[in-house]
């Protein structure tokens, strides 16, 4: 059974940081790993996906990074500004369940200016 | 140019009542999902149609049914509503294939049953 943990579940960071968050999950065997953001209030954006054969995924200040063998991910933020403040979610697409996606419970990140 | 599009954005309504929800998406793609986030933010998913046709049934009240009438369309009808139902509930879509493409999710449907 495939089951994503994300942590911390909460992260305050002065305006300007580069953070890291971490998503780790249990079933190794996944076609991709895709990281979103929530805002308050609204839906999920999609941020980045990372295909199970890549190792990195960049967009802007964004870097996620995939390692399959230890069931880890990790989503970089360069240089944070107030408006990355939101839950960021990771999620993987069950296997052989039609795309199922498996939720981690969020970070939420406040960046404070 | 909204991708995936979700009516109500909110839902009051009282207990007992029958509502639905409806969903489309303008992005070509053949699989939808129905998502559930409770009050702990805690995301599941309920349903998915791949071509209009049910490939994913969770461990979900038959209160709860969906219907797709085409491969742009997946509603959410749900009878007898309980306290418990109350959640924001999500509609998504990708292209299916072996490697299960991004999902693009709507901007959800706040449910609250009083």
């Known amino acids: 059974k495939q089951e994503v943990t994300q942590i911390p579940a909460a992260l305050s960071v002065p305006e300007g940081e580069n953070l890291v968050l971490n998503c780790s999950f249990t079933?190794?065997?996944?076609?991709?790993l895709q990281w979103f953001r929530q805002d308050p209030g609204k839906g999920l954006t999609s941020l980045l996906l990372i295909q199970s054969s890549q190792r990195e995924q960049t967009s802007g200040r964004l870097n996620a990074s995939l390692d399959k063998s230890s069931g880890r991910s990790t989503l970089y933020i360069a240089a944070s500004q107030p408006g990355d403040s939101a839950t960021y979610l990771c999620a993987v697409p069950f296997y052989n369940q039609g795309g199922k996606l498996i939720f981690g419970q969020g970070t939420e990140l406040s960046v404070k200016p | 140019d909204t991708a995936v599009s979700q009516t109500p954005k909110y839902l009051v309504t009282q207990m007992g009542n029958d509502k639905s929800i409806k969903c489309e998406q303008n992005?070509?793609?053949?699989?939808m999902y129905w998502y559930k986030q409770d009050s702990k933010k805690f995301l599941k998913i309920m349903f998915s149609y791949n071509n209009k046709e049910l490939i994913i049934n969770e461990t979900v009240p038959n209160r709860f049914s969906p219907k797709s009438p085409d491969k742009a369309h997946l509603n959410l009808h749900i009878n007898s509503l309980e306290l418990g139902d109350s959640a924001v509930y999500f509609c998504a879509s990708s292209q299916s294939g072996l490697r299960y493409n991004e999902q693009f999710f709507g901007p959800g449907t706040r449910l609250t049953v009083l």
């Open positions: 992005l070509g793609h053949d699989t």
């Open positions: 079933d190794s065997a996944i076609y991709n």
